[in-house]
């Protein structure tokens, strides 16, 4: 694969299955649209591919640490590379890729709506795309 | 090879935890390796943490996975284990594994043989307790309790297929990632399964040696300690989800 920034985000758009658009927030595994727990773990990869994408191209190292990829997109948010602030957002889809992946626990998305996340991160993709 | 489930092994040290003592015995132990285990920075963190869970309301309170039996590496959270509210955390460096259950959905876990539940009562440092561990640990080791291995195959089998999803999008850090969790899944699955009780997940490996599962416990190790090849990962992990289609078929 080439070193394209964006490749990550490419990848996602062709990969991201359609039904994540309109699944439900239920506090249940499963839904008549799919698995919740691979929506948030899709959505997960998704933004942390957007802050990658920049860092990247502005040679920032995240160490390919989820934290530090958090810090860093709080970083580019200030900096004006990103319209939102996606750090609250990859902190909150980490903790519940982990919690429904390992602990078997019910998605808590502490209120907010799988559409509003994927609302936030579509943008910061484009956004990604264009600074990359 | 679920319904094989039976053996069971002494509970937590089958110690007398209704013992004043012997309680108190416990949680010195813990609270030095707490403080002993810990680099300055992480044993501050803790502290932090646990600080802020009490003032939340948590009626326990212990610190849980690599940390809590010095096996650190460099993929490793901090992970606590909390009876009580979740508490509002600042941001920090480390990245925090902060799970927080009511004193009911306590009960019920316990109740359902949850395996995080009774690592926590077996290897965890416990740090702050009302009333919760010490009475799950009384009654674990009383009715000798084993957790349930059944619900770590589903779990393993959903993360298998979402790790060579991934796999195929070319994100191949994000798939190892996922493996290791699929793989760590299916080990504590089949250790369960077969009575012994899983360690840490860098353990896991050695666990798995001698057995069957020796494969599992290589390709585990692999996304640990390693960088996997891409081709043998694949490998494990389609071999992976044929056994745990069999396993979970079974058991149903």
């Known amino acids: 694969l080439a070193p394209d920034p964006s490749r990550k985000m490419d990848q996602w758009r062709l990969t991201t299955p359609s039904w994540l658009v309109n699944i439900s927030n239920e506090p249940s595994h499963t839904s008549p649209m799919g698995d919740v727990t691979q929506a948030i773990t899709w959505l997960h990869l998704a933004a942390e591919a957007a802050v990658e994408a920049v860092a990247e191209a502005q040679s920032i190292d995240t160490k390919k640490m989820h934290q530090r990829k958090a810090k860093v997109a709080h970083d580019l948010y200030q900096e004006g590379v990103f319209t939102v602030d996606l750090r609250p957002t990859l902190l909150l889809l980490n903790e519940a890729r982990k919690g429904t992946n390992y602990g078997g626990l019910d998605v808590d998305l502490e209120g907010r709506s799988t559409d509003e996340l994927y609302e936030e991160i579509e943008t910061a993709v484009t956004e990604a795309e264009g600074a990359a | ?252």
């Not at chain 2, 600042?90 to 395996?115: H, Q």
């Not at chain 2, 899944?185 to 599962?213: H, K, M």
């Open chain 2, 1 to 252: 090879v679920v319904s094989s489930a039976a053996p069971r092994q002494s509970g937590p040290a089958c110690r007398r935890w209704d013992d004043d003592e012997v309680w108190i015995d416990r949680l010195r132990r813990d609270a030095r390796a707490a403080g002993s285990d810990q680099a300055d920075e992480l044993g501050a963190i803790t502290t932090e943490v646990l600080s802020r869970a009490r003032a939340a309301g948590a009626l326990s309170f212990a610190v849980t996975g690599s940390v809590a039996v010095n096996r650190r590496t460099w993929i490793s959270d901090l992970d606590f284990y909390v009876v009580g509210p979740r508490p509002r955390l600042p941001f920090y460096d480390e990245e925090i594994d902060l799970y927080a259950v009511t004193p009911a959905e306590f009960r019920r876990r316990l109740e359902d043989g949850d395996d995080y539940l009774h690592w926590t009562l077996r290897f965890g440092l416990i740090l702050h307790d009302r009333g919760p561990l010490r009475s799950a640990l009384i009654t674990v080791t009383r009715e000798n309790l084993w957790p349930d291995p059944r619900p770590k195959a589903v779990q393993a089998r959903r993360a298998a297929a979402m790790a060579i999803a991934i796999l195929r999008t070319g994100d191949f850090d994000a798939a190892v990632e996922q493996s290791r969790i699929a793989l760590s899944l299916a080990a504590r699955w089949w250790l369960l399964a077969a009575g012994i009780f899983p360690r840490a997940r860098s353990d896991l490996p050695d666990q798995l040696r001698a057995g069957e599962f020796a494969w599992l416990g290589e390709a585990l190790r692999a996304t640990i300690f390693e960088r996997p090849d891409a081709t043998e990962l694949a490998r494990a992990l389609e071999r992976l989800q044929s056994t745990l289609d069999v396993a979970t078929l079974a058991a149903s």
